[in-house]
């Protein structure tokens, strides 16, 4: 009896070992993480309408687009651009030039025609006194000569408006400069006529003659003016200056002529805004973007960009701003679009400058040096 109770409690012992050693993990053997449904803030587990757990997965991660890239052009250079663009320069003007060739080209020349002649002038916007000056030259050179054959007719035309124009004005841009320094070219005018484009078309030009161009953007009253920049500027490489809208205009300016004397660029071209002749305060304020940039740089070019199409009112623009800065030259744009070719003669006239540029398209090389014979072949035609 008494072996029977030991066996009996030796089985109890074996049986408890037994349970511990199962239970018990072994050493060195973690047991891995249970995966289960994730948990929302707070501990509860996320599930469905059905009551079972869900798994959320991370959103999208968003890559953004590449930008494309703008090859950089190559524009054509500046000389003989008006010769290429004589064919639409010649549909605009074709009137008048066939007028006067008409007119002159009369069996018998009485004070009507001569009267009628010098009307045609001054509708072409060459202004009275200068229409005057030239139907009495042509008066006086008709009646030495006595014959009157179309090919005379026209030589002698085209010698008038070409004294008019006058051939030996000094047209070129001041490009170059003594020294390290850029050359700096501040670009003005009214709302409306293109200075902007202006501007850009004008940095084409001068890529086009090998030179490295910076730009500008000191129109900051308007932000469109500033991007069009950017967009001219990254198609010739021409770097762009801007700040935010509503910016110094001054302060745009100095800034970037001094990127330019730093960068070492042959030239700057300042875009300003578009000032109403009639605001005094806007005229002073362009007076001072000019004595600004001059802290540092001579201003080289003061371009006035005129619209070809105003006539009159082009140049009561053009006599207010000769007063605020010193203008160099003329830019008139859209002289494709106006039969008024004689506005180059007055305005000459009224400012004392020669035209230098002149556009004649939309198009990004439609901006030309001004050549007075082309422009007087494209008015009388072949």
């Known amino acids: ?43 509860a587990t996320a599930v469905d309408e059905a009551g079972a757990p869900t798994v959320e997965r991370a959103p999208p991660v968003e890559v953004p687009p590449q930008r494309p890239t703008v090859e950089i052009e190559k524009p ?10 004589r064919a639409r320069l010649a549909r ?39 229409a005057r000056q030239v139907t009495d030259d042509l008066r006086t050179r008709v009646q ?4 009157r054959t179309p090919d005379e007719v026209r030589g002698l035309l085209k010698e008038e408006l070409l004294k008019q124009i006058g051939p030996d004005l ?16 501040m670009v003005v005018g009214v709302n409306g006529t293109g200075k902007t484009t202006t501007c850009g078309k004008l940095g084409r030009v001068l890529v086009g003659d090998g030179k490295t161009v910076l730009l500008g953007a000191a129109d900051t009253f308007r ?46 071209i300042v875009d300003t805004a578009g000032r109403l ?51 160099t030259g003329v830019v008139l744009t859209k002289l494709d679009g106006t039969a008024k070719g004689g506005i180059v003669v007055q305005v000459q006239r009224e400012l004392g400058v020669p035209v230098k540029l002149v556009g004649l398209g939309e198009g990004p090389d439609d901006l030309a040096p001004f050549e007075p014979e082309a422009f007087v072949d494209a008015i009388l035609g072949d």
């Open 76 to 85: 054509p250079p500046g000389a003989g651009r008006l010769v290429r663009l």
């Open 277 to 327: 002749h009639t605001k005094t305060g806007l005229m002073d304020e362009l007076g001072k973007v000019k004595r600004v940039v001059e802290k540092q740089a001579t201003v080289d070019e003061v371009l006035l960009v005129l619209d070809a199409t105003t006539g009159q009112n082009g140049m009561q623009q053009a006599r207010v701003f000769a007063e605020v800065v010193n203008i």
């Open 144 to 147: 030495v000569l006595g014959t």
């Open 170 to 185: 000094d047209r070129s841009l001041r490009t170059e400069t003594a020294g390290d320094r850029p050359a700096v070219m």
């Open 1 to 43: 009896m008494e072996y029977v109770i030991i066996i009996a409690a030796l089985v109890v012992v074996a049986v408890v070992i037994g349970g511990v050693l199962l239970v018990r993990p072994r050493r060195g053997r973690p047991r891995p993480p249970v995966e289960g449904p994730p948990e929302r803030a707070g501990g």
């Open 223 to 268: 932000a469109a003016a500033a991007d069009q920049l950017e967009t001219w500027g990254s198609r010739v490489g021409a770097r762009v200056v801007r700040k935010d809208e509503g910016a110094d205009p001054a302060s745009v300016a100095f800034d970037a002529v001094k990127q330019g004397i730093d960068t070492k660029v042959n030239v700057v």
């Open 92 to 130: 605009s003007q074709n009137t008048f030039g066939k007028t006067l060739l008409g007119l002159l080209s009369r069996d018998t020349l009485d004070e009507d025609a001569w009267e009628e002649i010098e009307d045609t002038l001054i509708s072409a916007d060459m202004g009275t006194a200068v």
